[in-house]
């Protein structure tokens, strides 16, 4: 999904990534993307290194049940099996 806004940036900053964008030709917006994905990436990663042992089991637990196929039955049965 892509959501277009328009952003004011700083000039300095902004001359900057057109040199950037020079430099490692590409455009100011493929710059600018990997800039704030690189930015997002560092902030999970900074608040998974604050999370206790039970808060990271839960979050590895709620990532695999979203990966779960949710139009998959199991019967209370197998669930008991399993847990043997």
């Given amino acids: 999904?892509?959501?277009?806004k328009n952003i004011d940036i700083d000039e300095k900053v902004l001359t900057k990534v057109k040199l950037l964008s020079a430099f490692e030709?590409?455009?100011?917006?493929?710059?600018?993307?990997?800039?704030?994905?690189?930015?997002?990436?560092y902030k999970e990663n900074e608040r998974?290194?604050?999370l206790?042992?039970?808060?990271?089991?839960d979050l590895g637990l709620l990532l695999l049940m979203q990966q779960?196929?949710?139009?998959?039955?199991?019967?209370?049965?197998?669930i008991m099996n399993a847990l043997d």
Avoid: P
Avoid at 25 to 41: C, D, G, L, Q, W
Avoid at 52 to 57: G, H, R
Avoid at 68 to 77: I, L, M, Y
């Fill in 1 to 4: 999904m892509t959501i277009r």
């Fill in 25 to 41: 030709e590409m455009s100011v917006k493929t710059i600018m993307e990997k800039a704030v994905s690189f930015y997002v990436e």
């Fill in 48 to 50: 998974l290194k604050t």
């Fill in 52 to 57: 206790s042992e039970e808060e990271k089991e």
């Fill in 68 to 78: 779960a196929d949710r139009k998959k039955v199991v019967s209370r049965e197998e």
